[in-house]
T-cell receptor
Framework: DGGITQSPKYLFRKEGQNVTLSCEQN?????MYWYRQDPGQGLRLIYY???????QKGDIAEGYSVSREKKESFPLTVTSAQKNPTAFYLC??????????????FGPGTRLTVL | GQQVMQIPQYQHVQEGEDFTTYCNSS?????IQWYKQRPGGHPVFLIQ?????EVKKQKRLTFQFGEAKKNSSLHITATQTTDVGTYFC?????????FGTGTRLKVLA
């Protein structure tokens, strides 16, 4: 059963704590992405990675960090430096082909609430 | 930086009415994608447009890419309750996508 998994679905943390969101894919995709979605708003890109051991900042990278040690995994750490971390976090992946633009497959998301 | 705007932000229609959402980019796009996100769900890919002036249809959905490749539209004919959700366009940047703000569609039975 191929796809993208994110865990956990709901996550609660105290203010000031770092938290890591998991994202795993078995689609053999090279590219992976992290987005943040706030209520009633669009998707904003946090980080993306085109290949293992390489990643780039998106539009709102401050207060976040990522790693890409394996092709299948792209965990996102929300650090205490992120001023307003409560949001819905979506991970996505896509093939990197000749034109570099392919459909993105999204995971089910993690809803993070910081108390 | 590159921006992608969508209008309207919200749309309520009676079941059976038509619906259109418009997407406008501040820069020329290589291609554009459309996604649908059901309430409480995650975005699901609908279609990709690549050529200037391209029109594609999926049953009751019609997608257009502008001649200048800076705008796009999604039109739904005779909406159904299953069409409820938020529709996003995503314009291609350099190795990344810029998502539009989304149009939230509600269909009243």
């Amino acid at each position: 059963d191929g796809g993208i998994t994110q865990s956990p679905k709901y996550l609660f943390r105290k203010e000031g704590q770092n938290v890591t969101l998991s994202c795993e894919q078995n689609l053999n995709h090279d590219a992976m992405y992290w987005y943040r979605q706030d209520p009633g708003q669009g998707l904003r890109l946090i980080y993306y990675s085109q290949i293992v051991n390489d990643f780039q900042k998106g539009d709102i990278a401050e207060g976040y960090s990522v790693s890409r040690e394996k092709k299948e995994s792209f965990p996102l750490t929300v650090t205490s430096a992120q001023k307003n971390p409560t949001a819905f976090y979506l991970c996505a992946s896509s093939l990197v082909g000749a034109y570099s633009y392919n459909e993105q497959f999204f995971g089910p998301g993690t809803r993070l609430t910081v108390l | 930086g590159q921006q992608v705007m969508q209008i309207p932000q919200y749309q309520h229609v009676q079941e059976g009415e038509d619906f259109t959402t418009y997407c406008n980019s501040s820069t020329t796009l290589s291609n554009i994608q459309w996604y649908k996100q059901r309430p409480g769900g995650h975005p699901v890919f609908l279609i990709q447009l690549v050529k200037s002036g391209e029109v594609k249809k999926q049953k009751r959905l019609t997608f257009q890419f502008g001649e200048a490749k800076k705008n796009s539209s999604l039109h739904i004919t005779a909406t159904q309750t299953t069409d409820v959700g938020t529709y996003f366009c995503a314009g291609s940047g350099t190795y990344k996508y810029i998502f539009g703000t989304g149009t939230r569609l509600k269909v009243l039975a």
